[in-house]
């Protein structure tokens, strides 16, 4: 994968985790009013804590030679077409979700592309209990 759809896809992920804490945050408006300034203030602090997470832990998985990049050679090498869903809500809660273009799929093929990807996160010393994997294909509507 080329660094530029790297950068793409990074781009697009942080856009939707911004775009979560936003719609998060808007959600609960109505409850902050009623909470007093500091307790606005430390929701505030919180929320810029989890996005600085999430924007860490994206860099992290998307740098140059890096776990995504590894996983997607891989599955590019055993002759995956694919697209690939990412939504960071913690570094305890990654769930990644792969939509294959080109296989059906079954069981075997899920056990195959399940194995790539937790065979890097273990290289990577990544824990393996922080992702929830997915693998799909074309006909599978979303599932979060």
Known sequence: MKKGKITLIGTVVILFV?????????STKGEISEHSPSKRTEIKVE???????????????????????????KLTEKGYVFRMLLVVNSKDDIRVKYILANKE???????????????????????????????????DGPDW
């Open 105 to 139: 799929a079954t069981e075997s093929v899920q056990d195959e592309v399940k194995s790539i990807f937790y065979g890097a996160v273990e290289s990577n010393n990544l824990d393996p209990n922080s992702f929830n994997l997915k693998v799909g294909d074309n006909n």
């Open 18 to 26: 911004v775009t979560f804490l936003f719609i998060n945050n808007s």
């Open 47 to 73: 929320n810029e804590k989890k996005l600085k997470e999430a924007e860490e832990i994206q860099d992290q998985l998307y740098q140059e030679d890096g776990f995504f990049e590894y996983v997607s050679n």
